[in-house]
């Protein structure tokens, strides 16, 4: 492509102009701080090669909150827009490009990477294992995501954002209506992140089979190990198919073929149905862990065992087939045959059955429970009458005959939040709060916490039940601006407020980390909640090796069980062994940066440049192929300290037993 070189940066609007400024000036910063702490090394050793699976679980966090800002942005931008009518703060371009981003990174690199990292903090301790089954393959995962979310990131400064909405609908997508760049990013980007994703899956479903200690039956299985495992089905299931998706839309947008182009005899429809054969099992990717996340914290916090522990499994196992099946209901106003949408219409009102019976579990086990009112278990608590408001609406979307009426509303909108921020973000943020003392040895603030919960809440309130009058009052979503004569202008101005208050909250999760990291008590004990299962019986913050012992499961809340029966023995230096424990690999960080270059090289359609670097990519295989590096033993006598230590010192399970 003959891209200019004064066309390569974004330039002539004073918002990305600031960003650019922004981005070099903190890029500067953080390799002075560095530098000026010696702490180079220290990054490299005990992060950037990392293949520990509790370190892995936290950076992706950590992007994940990163990228949380930079959407939220998007979003607060959006809502300014559209504050008052006829407003100029964007223009149709400008507000193309955000509202396409935005859905973007929120789904795909703020809650898959927040979700992917407490499942690769949590799941292996709660199973008794001491890594995943591949580490090395886990690494690459969280570096291809890495890869991928930082150049989608940088297309707003370089290139141009895509612009074609976060479905990327051809032919909108396509060269004849986008014919720069911008839309290559969102081919290529989410092609590298996607690899990661669906390595991870796989990755997950092997840990989970293989992995167990010894007496955890499938069914003795946390509920947030269990919903891990059913969405690493799904992962494998449905990822391949927006891989290939996404390689035909390269192969449309870079080579010139035609598998989307109307006009030179491909199908714009086949794409619509790829992404949604994906997109829409991706909205239960999301959900699934973060009700397993609920479950777990629910149960912690009514102190009782979880309701109809075989009733939710059987629900999650439902979900994830019925996810399969309902795709087509994306596609009432694009003229399906009635039996069609009357088919679809039915396994999508099929799929709140079980939804449905996931409430009643959650309601169950809090009845005549000891409820504690933490800061998980508020967020708990709000997820389920919000929650609740989402599915309800999901059903009316469900009916074919009414979608043609909601369809293209901002009803729609409000739904689509209402399902994914209380189904999601409260879960994650729940989360959180429950495991961050066993990730870094100290608890989130609680006042602050509260301050976070009661500002997102109403925040979030404010922002998208409005939407769901002016849907129904006719307001069109992806419109940039309106006329002061339809009368939105009342309710779009408390939406915008809204948002503000909503990002306040989240300015508060970011201070209540930056504060409980200087000032929090770093002596919480090893079992803070009182909590049922086996990642609480490890140090806090839990020791590389995670057990010293592989523990042995009898039940269902096997460490509850162990605490109320007085079954948590002294460890006897007789029991420790050498435990064998994978070496750090500068492979996967290779393996992502190598593809971040190939990828933003194929972006700019500098082909042959783009497959020279890709050589990289088969020179890592081959490093790895030869890799004989068998890892490492922790010796007993450092196990022995180690152990001592937090036994001896720390607050301890044993005090917490009942």
């Known amino acids: 492509m003959g891209i200019k070189w004064d066309e390569f940066f974004v330039t002539g609007d004073p918002l990305i102009f600031a960003s650019q400024i922004a981005i070099a000036l903190t890029s500067i910063g953080i390799v002075a701080a560095l530098s000026y702490f010696k702490k180079w090394r220290w990054l490299w050793d005990n992060w950037l090669t990392t293949v520990d699976h509790k370190k892995i679980g936290i950076m992706y966090i950590l992007v994940g909150i990163l990228m949380f800002f930079r959407g939220g942005v998007d979003g607060l931008m959006m809502r300014t827009q559209t504050a008052v009518p006829e407003n100029t703060f964007l223009d149709a371009q400008h507000y193309n490009e955000v509202f396409t981003t935005h859905g973007v990174i929120m789904i795909l690199f703020v809650a898959m990477p ?9 799941v292996p301790l709660q199973i008794g294992a001491r890594d995943v089954a591949f580490p090395q ?3 690459l ?7 991928g979310a930082m150049l989608f990131n940088i297309s707003f400064v370089i290139g141009g954002s895509p612009d074609a909405g976060w479905t990327s609908y051809f032919p909108l997508a396509g060269k004849e209506f986008s014919p720069g760049i911008a839309n290559n990013f969102y081919a290529v980007a989410l092609q590298i992140a996607g690899a990661g994703t669906l390595m991870t899956g796989i990755n997950f479903v092997v ?4 992995m167990r200690t010894k007496g955890m039956t499938l069914l003795r299985m946390p509920m947030f190990t269990w919903t891990t495992f059913i969405t690493s089905i799904i992962i494998t299931a449905s990822f391949p198919i927006f891989t290939v998706a996404l390689a035909l839309m390269t192969f449309d947008r870079v080579f010139g073929t035609h598998f989307f182009t109307v006009s030179g005899g491909g199908i714009d429809m086949l794409w619509a149905n790829l992404f949604w054969l994906w997109g829409h099992p991706e909205v ?5 862990p973060a009700f397993g996340m609920l479950s777990d914290i629910i149960s912690t916090f009514a102190r009782k065992t979880l309701y109809g522990y075989k009733s939710m499994v059987a629900s999650i196992v439902m979900i994830s087939v019925l996810s399969m099946l309902v795709w087509v209901h994306h596609f009432y106003t694009m003229g399906n045959s009635p039996a069609a949408n009357s088919i679809f219409s039915i396994t999508t009102m099929a799929i709140a059955i079980p939804t449905g019976v996931k409430v009643f579990n959650w309601l169950f086990t809090m009845r005549k429970g000891r409820i504690r009112f933490t800061v998980p278990m508020m967020w708990s608590l709000a997820f389920v009458p919000t929650f609740v408001i989402g599915g309800v609406t999901g059903v009316m979307l469900g009916m074919a005959a009414a979608d043609y009426q909601y369809h293209n509303t901002l009803f729609l909108v409000a739904h689509f939040h209402y399902v994914l921020i209380p189904g999601v973000v409260y879960p994650i943020f729940a989360g959180l709060y429950y495991w961050w003392p066993k990730m870094f040895g100290y608890m989130l603030n609680e006042r602050i916490g509260k301050w976070n919960f009661w500002l997102f809440n109403i925040g979030f309130n404010m922002t998208f039940m409005p939407m769901f009058f002016l849907g129904l009052d006719g307001a069109v979503r992806r419109a940039y601006t309106y006329s002061a004569e339809t009368g939105f202008g009342p309710l779009m101005m408390v939406s915008a407020i809204g948002a503000f208050v909503l990002a306040a909250g989240f ?18 004990g090893n079992d803070p909640w009182d909590a049922r299962t086996l990642e609480w019986a490890t ?12 523990p042995e499961v009898k039940s269902l809340d096997t460490f509850w069980h162990m605490k109320k029966n007085n079954e948590l023995q002294p460890l006897k230096d007789s029991e420790i062994e ?23 090289l194929l972006v700019f359609e500098w082909t042959i440049a783009a497959g020279i670097a890709a050589l990289g990519i088969f020179a890592g295989m081959a490093f790895r192929s030869f890799d004989y590096n068998d890892g490492y033993h922790v010796h007993k006598d450092e196990i022995i300290e180690t152990e001592r230590k937090w036994r001896k010192f720390g607050k301890g399970v044993k005090s917490h037993v009942s």
Not at 141 to 147: I, M, N, R, Y
Not at 509 to 522: E, G, P, V
């Open 539 to 550: 140090a806090t913050p839990v020791q590389h090796y995670n057990f010293a012992k592989i």
């Open 207 to 210: 840990t989970i089979l293989k």
């Open 141 to 147: 995962s969280f570096w291809l995501t890495f890869s």
């Open 578 to 600: 050498e435990i064998h424990m994978p070496s750090n690999s500068w492979i996967p960080i290779y393996m992502g940066f190598i593809f971040g270059v190939s990828g933003f």
């Open 114 to 122: 927040l979700l992917v990292g407490l499942m690769n903090f949590a």
């Open 507 to 524: 300015a508060a999760l970011c201070y209540n980390i930056y504060y409980s990291a200087r000032y929090a008590d770093r002596n919480v």
């Open 137 to 139: 393959l886990n690494a």
């Open 284 to 288: 239960y990717i999301v959900v699934l």
